[in-house]
């Protein structure tokens, strides 16, 4: 279907609007009096937003019986990944310089840290297993049960954000809750093909 390829398009640019919004902040020297955190925490929000984007494909595809979204979910997930490796490199260069004993001291202290590169790493695997070749390599089966990885990413993240803040946790709680909607309405559509011995 041709016009799905020019949705697709249109998305794939969509999706690209947050990084180019902070090149633009920043070649307008718009980032705010600590740059860094500011692109830290907007690359951070874009990962989580797009882990959630992502997971919602399957319950719209049902609910609203649109086949075709599930053309759009790896994409998402790419995404995901794209803004992920952001955050990250965000830390590892700006903020820390490749100070790698800095940065080792770093996850000691801080738990969080722990956190969101644990959620990032279980993200590696589903980008590099995200094409149709890595698909007929495992299996559908084990692609599916592996891809399933993005449930604990997901976790990961919001756990990461949630300890990140000191105050104000209304945002990691927004996206908690989100993901346990959506973790709920899996564990319920489980049940229902899962046969009762």
Same mark, same amino acid.
């Given at each position: 279907?041709s016009?799905i390829r020019?949705?697709?398009?249109?998305?794939?640019? =969509?999706?690209?609007?947050p990084?180019?919004?902070?090149? $633009?902040?920043w070649?307008?020297? +718009?980032?705010?009096?600590?740059?860094?955190?500011?692109?830290?925490?907007?690359?951070?929000?874009?990962?989580?937003?797009?882990?959630?984007? %992502?997971?919602? #494909? %399957?319950?719209?595809?049902?609910?609203?019986?649109?086949?075709?979204?599930? /053309?759009?979910?790896?994409?998402?997930?790419?995404? +995901?990944?794209f803004?992920g490796?952001?955050? =990250?490199?965000?830390?590892?260069?700006?903020?820390q310089?490749?100070? $790698?004993? +800095?940065? $080792?001291?770093? #996850?000691?202290? /801080?738990?969080? *840290? %722990?956190?969101?590169?644990?959620?990032?790493?279980?993200?590696?695997?589903?980008?590099?297993?995200?094409t149709?070749?890595?698909?007929?390599?495992?299996? !559908?089966?084990?692609?599916?049960?592996?891809?399933?990885?993005?449930?604990?990413?997901?976790?990961? !993240?919001?756990?990461?954000?949630?300890?990140?803040?000191?105050?104000?946790?209304?945002?990691?709680?927004?996206?908690?809750?989100i993901?346990?909607? =959506?973790?709920?309405?899996? +564990?319920?559509?489980?049940?229902? *093909?899962?046969? %009762?011995?």
């Amino acid at each position: 279907m041709s016009w799905i390829r020019g949705t697709k398009v249109f998305v794939f640019l =969509l999706c690209l609007i947050p990084v180019l919004l902070l090149v $633009w902040d920043w070649h307008k020297d +718009a980032l705010g009096p600590n740059p860094v955190e500011y692109i830290t925490h907007t690359t951070g929000d874009w990962t989580i937003r797009f882990l959630l984007i %992502t997971l919602c #494909i %399957t319950p719209l595809r049902r609910r609203l019986n649109l086949p075709w979204l599930i /053309r759009f979910r790896r994409m998402l997930g790419l995404y +995901a990944f794209f803004y992920g490796c952001l955050h =990250l490199m965000t830390y590892l260069w700006l903020d820390q310089s490749f100070d $790698w004993a +800095a940065i $080792w001291k770093d #996850i000691y202290k /801080r738990p969080y *840290i %722990t956190a969101g590169f644990t959620a990032w790493v279980l993200m590696v695997p589903l980008a590099l297993t995200s094409t149709a070749w890595a698909i007929r390599k495992l299996g !559908g089966r084990r692609w599916q049960m592996l891809h399933r990885l993005i449930y604990f990413s997901a976790l990961g !993240g919001v756990i990461h954000y949630y300890w990140l803040v000191k105050s104000d946790i209304r945002l990691p709680l927004m996206y908690g809750a989100i993901l346990a909607v =959506l973790m709920l309405y899996r +564990a319920v559509i489980w049940k229902r *093909i899962t046969p %009762t011995r």
